[in-house]
């Protein structure tokens, strides 16, 4: 390892673990001692990743106050350093972080999740929107054949707490309602409409539906598979009332009719 | 990894000294750092900004809306993209994904030329996203140009390097930081990003002379100034970005616009960001003073 090498090993090791082998090779200046000086690089490395994860986590932030989200911030830098080039990213393993850490609160990581889903959506890769004039392309026979690909931003999430109704109450500068886990879980949807990032909650056979559609399922099956849920008369019905909904939210990318 | 390997027609041993031929870049004018707080006011008036730095990473996105904005700013103005995670002084071995992601941005903005500073942001694969300081030494300064020609080979352009404020100094360096960056500059081929603000931090953080720093920078490298402000703390300053430009940096701008010439310049805020109209009051000023200036001779 060359010596330059050496020392910025030293350096990075006086910042992320509190080293001081590193200020053997820094001068006073004339004005304040070197520990002082190197002090700023220290408090800098914490706040400013603190700062980015509050930044992604607004109401996360707004939901523990000040005092808390800063330990759990610092917590979190502590635990994960950042691995990205771009900070951007340095949030994205907090979900994880506070499932494990935050484990007898497990609506902060559903939070959390839930605010990196719409982060996510919000900068995902573009795709073409399909229209319902689209739709009048198709012949009739064609319909049960019609496979569907998701826009790129397009998310789903399963939630046991009720995270989204804390989620909204923070939205709408209200009281969150208390944390609490659900008897069936929250089942969202997560995409981008034009540049704004949205979510709602999905009955259980819609999402059902698109996860299915999402995995390449053709739309005669997936209405099958509605047969199943409810009303076996009107599933097909009900189905393109799911499939007008996703084409009128801007959820698909492409339509097209599949072997 | 062997690097030299994923750049095409080099090898190993054709990088070595070997300053990039490009042409200076053209002066730009007066203008203002990019932020979102400001991109409805942009794109809906016309405020008189000759043109805008953006911050690269902000940008290294799959997409959405700050594609599609930078997108309409590029098409009504020069843009010039300043990146911070470039890590040209790291001894980590160079981050391949975010040079190729920088070229790709590049390719869509065309900016006017591509920035980032003499620094280092982490090593061991960790990113501590600072603006860290390196020890003025003949090693570094190797290193650094040998890091400098492989970055302009795979972006196949010419880079800009930016001064960065620094808290310490190592005992070690065998050379000034001006030195360092001249000799970076001739060796390298890179051009100089001279922010005026930094060099005063730094100066007043380590007992020097901004003038003399100043004075020691190649009046011909320089390709553009910043402005920016600071926090005093008494002892030391901390470039902290997030108030006005003070009357002691406006000095020192005029002595570097005496130095250097016509130089694009633009104002960097980056925290506590306020409203457009007071930053067009600052980059009013830049312009004002340089036409002041220059036109004194």
């Known amino acids: ?259 | 990894m062997n690097v030299a390997s994923r750049l095409p027609g080099m090898s190993a041993t054709s990088l070595a000294e070997r300053p990039a031929t490009s042409a200076k870049p053209a002066f730009l004018g007066f203008g203002l750092g990019l932020r979102h707080q400001h991109y409805d006011e942009i794109l809906n008036g016309d405020p008189p900004i000759d043109w805008f730095e953006v911050i690269s990473e902000n940008y290294m996105l799959p997409g959405g809306q700050p594609l599609r904005t930078l997108d309409r700013i590029c098409e009504r103005y020069p843009v010039v993209m300043h990146g911070v995670s470039m890590s040209i002084a790291s001894t980590a071995p160079p981050n391949l994904d975010y040079l190729q992601a920088l070229k790709d941005l590049a390719k869509r903005v065309e900016p006017k030329w591509v920035s980032d500073h003499l620094c280092w942001t982490g090593v061991h694969g960790k990113n501590l996203h600072d603006l860290l300081p390196i020890p003025y030494t003949q090693e570094a300064l190797d290193h650094v140009v040998s890091r400098v020609q492989l970055v302009q080979d795979f972006l196949g352009r010419a880079i800009v390097l930016e001064n960065v404020s620094t808290y310490v100094q190592f005992n070690n360096s065998e050379m000034t930081e001006w030195e360092f960056l001249s000799e970076l500059s001739r060796r390298s081929g890179c051009w100089l990003l001279f922010d005026v603000n930094n060099v005063y931090v730094s100066a007043f953080n380590h007992g020097y002379d901004p003038l003399t720093f100043l004075n020691g920078i190649p009046a011909d490298r320089v390709v553009q100034f910043h402005m920016a402000g600071h926090s005093h703390m008494g002892t030391h300053i901390i470039d902290t970005h997030d108030h006005p430009v003070c009357e002691d940096v406006w000095e020192l701008y005029a002595a570097a616009l005496k130095r250097f010439g016509r130089v694009s310049t633009m104002i960097e805020r980056d925290d506590n960001i306020p409203p457009l109209d007071e930053l067009l009051l600052e980059v009013a000023r830049t312009r004002e003073m340089a036409e002041q200036v220059l036109s004194a001779g």
């Open chain 1, 1 to 259: 390892m060359s010596n330059f090498a050496r020392q910025q090993a030293a350096f990075q090791r006086g910042i992320l673990d509190g080293d001081e082998t590193v200020l053997a090779e820094i001068l006073d200046s004339p004005r304040e001692k070197r520990d002082v000086l190197f002090g700023v690089y220290r408090y800098a490395y914490g706040s400013r990743l603190v700062e980015a994860v509050r930044n992604d986590h607004e109401l996360l932030h707004r939901y523990l106050g000040d005092e808390a989200f800063d330990e759990m911030g610092h917590a979190y830098v502590k635990a994960c350093p950042s691995r990205h080039p771009n900070v951007r990213w340095f949030s994205q393993g907090l979900p994880a972080f506070l499932k494990s850490a935050y484990s007898r609160h497990p609506e902060l990581a559903e939070l959390a999740a839930l605010e990196k889903a719409l982060n996510d959506a919000f900068d995902a890769k573009e795709g073409r929107v399909v229209e319902l004039t689209d739709m009048a392309g198709f012949a009739p026979e064609d319909w049960s054949s019609l496979r569907f690909r998701p826009h790129p931003s397009a998310a789903r999430l399963e939630l046991a707490t009720n995270a989204a109704a804390i989620w909204l109450a923070l939205k709408n500068d209200e009281t969150p309602p208390e944390a609490t886990t659900l008897d069936d879980p929250a089942r969202l949807l997560i995409w981008r409409q034009d540049v704004t990032p949205m979510f709602r909650e999905l009955p259980a056979e819609e999402a059902m539906m698109w996860d299915e559609a999402a995995n390449g399922i053709p739309f005669g099956v997936l209405c099958e598979m509605l047969a199943t849920y409810d009303d076996p008369d009107n599933a097909a019905g009900r189905g393109a009332g799911y499939l007008h909904g996703w084409i009128t939210a801007g959820l698909l990318t492409d339509v097209s009719v599949g072997a």
